[in-house]
């Protein structure tokens, strides 16, 4: 049955290799001042309105107590369902009715507490909620077992007799696709009760992250004290002064350090969790569960690991360049941030941000732009950092509500990108809960990448066609090339990585803090080869991504980076139909499984040719960016002979 997750869809930033940064200072009034504002100090138009989902909190805590109340009713279909299909039309209904509701409190409770961590009203908000949740799951444990138990043939009679009962005919069938993993009503029942435990170790994690860990303060190349943030760690990795970035990031990632045996002991239980629940429901591997859940083969997964592997020279490439335009002795992953060109660096307010993205857009057509401009204009955004927010930037909302974006906004090239990006969900969101019943409106997110970096690929054709000056679009590759670097190659990095620890847990070794800083290590040096030269504190920054808690979910970010840059590339050269295509799939949510949602899009992600075409794309930037450099004059021309 499908049930509340409360999933936000997110891009957490992070700092060196982990995503694409060509990062700009600017003297924005809020991300900038010596201390991060208060939530009150930020004009209304530059935050999210909650009350669009509960006028009130009162509000909020009356409908939970009506959910709760709702819950017994489930449980009275128990034996019901398979006698007729009168019987599971009307409890697909009321399943539906209750989950709506579920969904929408969840949300708000998640996005309260996220907009400032301290407030502990609203951790009891969440922690209501997930009680809640656990007993829907548990009043409905039942539901699956008996569903199966259906005969087909019974099933083939049902949709004649009751042609309502058709709407859920997708999602019926992949619960029969999943017969062998499902297990009794009283085994369902004892998973379904095992939740909250299950969610301690992210929950922890991300209060110990966010709200417990207190970072130091470092000098910015001006010689004032700067408190380290998430936010403001990335503004100091692109300093020109590498003592800034150095030290950057042995205050951030040193800090971390120091709980390195508390986050390995999280770590270790959150793995500990996906095996218990592949191993519970009799998959040979914790990826065959997760991959299954989409009707994703695991040689998918593998063969993404291995394609990159063998066309990683471009990015050996790009190192050997970045540390000579640079002009270092050698190069270190905390000077990947820095910007190639200085004297370049572009600023981007955010209401500018908010301008080019609508131009670049415009190849989507004026059915896309319409709700997007009024998602901008009427409060679906939390722009700014402030104290004690959550940190990154996600897209979430409800069936019952609009989408809503958290930002972490500081005036850079990259956060306009991250808006883009964050936006593309949203507008996925949109579109699917807009033609789509409630039970295929929830996307997978194997395909929500897709819609978030298309907007990236759309907006930096549009900013590299539109600038002639040769330093600008030296500036504007480079952003590209980190793009691929960010979004496909690290997530893939990332990927085998999470792929290692499920493996090491399976086979019963120990997840120490030891063993793990052992295993990311090995992993990074694999990907960005000799010429990288390590700090040992980077072997700590696992600690950093939350992404890591939701199991096999960042190698979704490099397939669907792949898929994008196909269909961005159809819809720019005006494929025939393409555009069409493209809405369609948005409109589409989970009405039919991930991999042929794409490829009536227009792309085959079971073949490793997307991810050879981007990394062919890589190898072309690259070379450019290398010729760019020889004009401008930041590096001689290699010598010939």
């Known amino acids: 049955m499908r049930t509340p997750s409360f999933l936000t869809f997110s891009r957490f930033i992070l700092g060196g290799l982990l995503v694409p940064l060509v990062l700009s200072t600017s003297g924005d009034v809020f991300a900038q001042s010596e201390e991060l504002k208060e939530r009150s100090q930020i004009p209304d138009k530059y935050k999210w309105n909650l009350t669009d989902m509960y006028a009130t909190d009162e509000a909020w805590q009356a409908d939970v107590a009506a959910i709760d109340s709702m819950i017994p009713s489930l449980k009275g279909f128990e034996g019901k ?35 400032d961590t301290r407030q502990q009203k609203y951790t009891g908000f969440k922690d209501r909620i997930m009680t809640v949740g656990m007993k829907v799951g548990e009043a409905t444990a039942w539901f699956t ?24 005919r997708q999602y019926i069938d992949d619960q029969l696709r999943t017969r062998a993993h499902t297990l009794s009503p009283a085994e369902e029942r004892i998973l379904a009760l095992s939740s909250n435990l299950a969610s301690s170790p992210a929950s922890a994690s991300t209060a110990l992250r966010n709200t417990d860990i207190q970072f130091p303060s470092v000098k910015d190349e001006n010689g004032k004290d700067v408190t380290l943030s998430e936010g403001r760690y990335q503004m100091l990795l692109e300093s020109p002064n590498r ?38 429901r009799k998959y040979h591997s914790s990826l065959e569960a997760s991959l299954d859940n989409d009707n994703i083969d695991t040689t998918v997964y593998l063969n993404l690991i291995e394609t990159v592997h063998k066309n990683i020279a471009p990015l050996r490439k790009y190192v050997q360049i970045r540390r000579e335009a640079l002009k270092l002795p050698d190069i270190h992953l905390y000077d990947f941030n820095v910007a190639l060109i200085p004297e370049t660096r572009i600023q981007m307010p955010y209401d500018q941000a908010v301008s080019t993205i609508e131009k670049a857009l415009t190849p989507l057509g004026k059915d896309y732009l319409d709700p997007m401009e009024k998602g901008f204009a009427s409060r679906w955004i939390d722009v700014y950092e402030t104290k004690n927010k959550r940190s990154g930037a996600y897209s979430s909302g409800s069936y019952l509500s609009h989408p809503y974006m958290l930002l972490n906004y500081n005036n850079t090239l990259e956060d306009m990108f991250t808006v883009a990006h964050e936006m593309g969900h949203s507008m996925h969101t949109w579109f699917s809960a807009h033609h789509q019943p409630y039970i295929y409106s929830d996307y997978r997110i194997f395909v ?54 499920h493996r090491a847990a399976e086979a019963g070794e120990p997840l120490t803090s030891e063993n793990l800083c052992k295993m990311y290590e090995s992993t990074i040096q694999s990907y960005y080869g000799p010429d990288v030269t390590w700090d040992d504190q980077y072997a700590y920054t696992w600690i950093r991504i939350p992404h890591f808690y939701r199991n096999f979910y960042v190698y979704k970010y490099a397939t669907s980076y792949a898929a994008s840059q196909a269909l961005s590339q159809r819809v720019l050269n005006n494929v ?13 949510g989970s009405s039919e499984y991930p991999l042929d949602l794409l490829r009536h899009a227009g792309v085959d992600m079971s073949k490793p040719a997307p991810v050879e075409i981007t990394m062919k794309k890589l190898g072309e930037l690259v070379d450019q960016m290398e010729k760019l450099l020889i004009q401008t004059g930041r590096i001689p021309a290699p010598k010939k002979g």
Do not use: C
């Not at 800034?244 to 971390?256: E, H, K, N, P, S």
């Open 81 to 115: 369902i398979s006698q007729s299909a009168d019987q599971l039309v009307s409890f697909f209904k009321a399943y539906e009715d209750l989950n709506k509701r579920l969904d929408n409190a969840g949300s708000y409770a998640s996005m309260a507490y996220d907009q």
């Open 145 to 168: 077992p008996e569903l199966v138990s259906i005969p087909d043939a019974t099933f083939e009679k049902w949709y004649k007799e009751k042609p309502e009962l058709a709407v859920d």
């Open 243 to 280: 003592d800034v970035r150095r030290d950057a990031m042995m205050g951030m990632l040193g800090t971390y350090l120091k709980f390195q045996n508390t986050a390995a002991a999280l770590m270790s239980g959150n793995i500990a969790k996906d095996v218990f629940y592949s191993s519970s």
């Open 448 to 501: 929500a990448e897709v819609a978030s970096t298309f907007n990236e690929a759309l907006l930096m054709d549009y900013l590299l066609k539109n600038e002639k000056d040769p330093s600008k679009k030296l500036y504007l590759v480079n952003q590209y090339i980190d793009n691929i670097r960010g979004t496909l190659i690290s997530q893939v990095m990332f990927a085998e990585f999470e792929l290692r620890m």
């Open 576 to 588: 025939k139909g393409a555009r069409d295509a493209y809405i369609h799939f948005l409109s589409s």
